[in-house]
């Protein structure tokens, strides 16, 4: 699959617990972003990187959420000490972007539910 | 920040008739509008997008209108088939830091009955 690949696909955990997603993008693809879309509603921006930079980061993104991608490939969001209200399905995309926009690709994404 | 807005929210439409979605941008400075397919429990999929310096693209059965004056672009999708029943997400986005991040309308449920 050449995609971009979302790890796990579906996390359960307990208020308060720490969790990390994982994205393996399009491997040409330079550019990552992270996205939550809740139910209903269409995806928000959380944060991306060009390369391994983290180059800009949404207000959503409050001081529990931490976004890496070490070597400009793959990328990991944790989210510290879980509320309900993180419940949400966290999609990663990647893009080329260099010169003109370009479209994304989405993965399938992470359904993470806060019990 | 930019604020998309999309209508409707759900349309119906009998298989073979058109399918028109509208959305709305708040900033002038947009210059992407892709529009996503989403099908229930499966990732947003780019089916079409428009540049601003275009004001029409088409694809097959699908086409986008882009209006920069009205700060309006629209998603034509003609003689539906039932597999065209997804919700649909217009988005902008302005590339001025290099993010090109996407802001999303809230999404229309296309249903198309055979």
């Known amino acids: 699959d050449t995609g971009v690949s979302q790890d796990p696909r579906h996390k359960i955990t307990k208020r308060g617990q720490n969790v990390t997603f994982r994205c393996d993008p399009i491997s040409e693809h330079n550019r990552l972003y992270w996205y939550r879309q809740t139910l209903g509603q269409g995806p928000e921006f959380l944060t991306y990187f060009q390369n391994e930079a983290q180059l800009e980061k949404s207000r959503l993104l409050s001081d529990r959420f931490s976004a890496e991608r070490p070597k400009g490939s793959f990328s990991t969001l944790e989210i510290q000490r879980t509320e309900q209200g993180d419940s949400a399905m966290y999609l990663c995309?990647?893009?080329?972007?260099?010169?003109?926009?370009?479209?994304?690709?989405f993965g399938s994404g992470t359904r993470l539910t806060v019990v | 920040g930019e604020n998309v807005e999309q209508h409707p929210s759900t349309l119906s439409v009998q298989e073979g008739d058109s399918a028109v979605i509208k959305c709305t941008y708040s900033d002038s400075a947009s210059n992407y509008f892709p529009w996503y397919k989403q099908e229930l429990g499966k990732r947003p999929q780019l089916i079409i997008d428009?540049?601003?310096?275009?004001g029409e693209k088409k694809d097959q059965r699908i086409a986008v209108t882009l209006n920069k004056t009205a700060k309006h672009f629209s998603l034509h999708i003609t003689e539906t088939q039932p597999e065209d029943s997804a919700v649909y997400f217009c988005a902008a986005s302005y590339d001025q830091t290099g993010a090109n991040n996407l802001f999303f309308g809230t999404g229309t449920r296309l249903t198309v009955i055979p």
């Open positions: 428009i540049r601003s310096n275009v």
């Open positions: 995309a990647s893009s080329t972007g260099t010169g003109p926009l370009y479209g994304y690709t």
